[in-house]
């Protein structure tokens, strides 16, 4: 008779399917823990992502804050810098008047007072004098002939419109001053 083992050959077979379940095990378990592994790192890559972004939205937050009060002070700074743009536009644009008078005096000799000076008239000046004396007038003609003395001022030309004497002795002489083009700029 023949005998016949059929537990060798279920043991086989079972070892044959547990080493096909092993593999399929393995490889299951490999997988699951490749997909776990890049699962975690990009929980923590998003974490990290996060904390950056929190601390740029932070930043931004901060830089934000100072843009605004820089804003504040840029305003205050246009608007100064607009106002003094008017005052010196306002300065260039009026009369020197007192450039005027201290040209005028300079161009006095002693014993010459001024008594009165006009600006009424556009591009002149007018001006009336106290003389104490004919040597004192004599000096002022001298003077005010010089073309000089004349041209280190803002008046182009000048000339007397009258010359009298009063009661007092005082010669009285009223002069007309050209003032040049130009000549407060």
């Known amino acids: 008779m023949i005998k016949i083992n ?9 070892r044959g399917k547990n080493v096909i379940y092993m593999v399929l095990l393995t490889t299951f378990i490999a997988f699951t823990l490749y997909f776990l592994g890049v699962s975690i790192f990009v929980v923590i890559k998003l974490s990290l992502i996060k904390a950056n972004q929190v601390k ?13 009060d820089n804003n504040e002070l840029l305003k205050r ?3 100064s810098k607009f106002i003094l743009g008017k005052i010196e536009s306002l300065n260039v ?6 450039d005027y008078l201290d040209q005028l005096v300079g161009l006095l000799p002693e014993g010459v007072v001024l008594k009165d000076v006009d600006f009424s008239n556009k591009g002149w000046v007018s001006v009336a004098t106290s003389i104490s004396s004919m040597h004192s007038l004599r000096l002022l003609e001298t003077k005010l002939a010089s073309s000089e003395k004349l041209i280190a001022t803002t008046f182009s030309s000048v000339f007397f419109e009258g010359i009298s004497r009063d009661k007092s002795g005082l010669y009285n002489a009223k002069l007309q001053f050209e003032i040049t083009k130009n000549a407060g700029k």
């Open 6 to 14: 059929l537990l060798g050959r279920k043991r086989r077979e079972s």
């Open 56 to 68: 740029v939205d932070r930043e931004a937050e901060s830089v934000s804050k100072e843009m605004t």
């Open 77 to 79: 700074f246009v608007l």
């Open 93 to 98: 644009a009026k009369f020197h008047y007192k």
